[in-house]
C-alpha cells in the first residue's frame, strides 16, 4: 500500500462519512406490480465495516449469522469483489457503494426483495449523488 492510496483512502472515507448525514433515504417506493408499498423499518447508511461479496443470492438466515460469525460481515453482495479485485489490483483506491436490495434471511417475514428493488435503486442513486456533490 502506497502512502499516496492511503491518503486517499482517507479522503474518500472522509467525504462519505460527511455526505452520509445530510442524505434522506426513501423507506417507501413501487412493488413489483407498481402498488406503493414500503420497508418493514427505515433504511440507514453505513459508512465502513465489513462487506462480504460471492457469486451466489443469499436468502438464508442460518448463512447469514454464519457470515457474520466468521468474517465479520455487515453486507452480503454479489458484484462488490469483482470491482475490488480489479481495483486492487490495479492500484486504484476505490469506494463502494451498495445499496442492498435485500436482508439476506434476515428480515422478520417474507423477503421483501420486491420492495426493496425500486427503493434500493433510488436511494443508491442518491447517495452516490450526494458523494459527487460533496467531492466537487
Known sequence: KTRSGKIMRRILRKVAEGMATKVKLEPCGLDKDKKAACLSYIPQIK?????VAGPTFVDNAAFRKYAWD???ADSL????????????S????FLIFRSLSDLAGGGKQANE??????????N?????????????
Request: charged share 15%; proline share 2%.
Open 47 to 51: 459508512v465502513g465495516g465489513n462487506g
Open 70 to 72: 466468521v468474517f465479520k
Open 77 to 88: 453482495d454479489m458484484e462488490s469483489s469483482a470491482v475490488a479485485h480489479v481495483c486492487y
Open 90 to 93: 490495479n492500484k486504484v483506491p
Open 113 to 122: 426483495i420486491g420492495i426493496f428493488f425500486q427503493v434500493a435503486a433510488t
Open 124 to 136: 443508491s442513486a442518491n447517495v452516490l449523488l450526494a458523494f459527487l456533490e460533496a467531492w466537487k
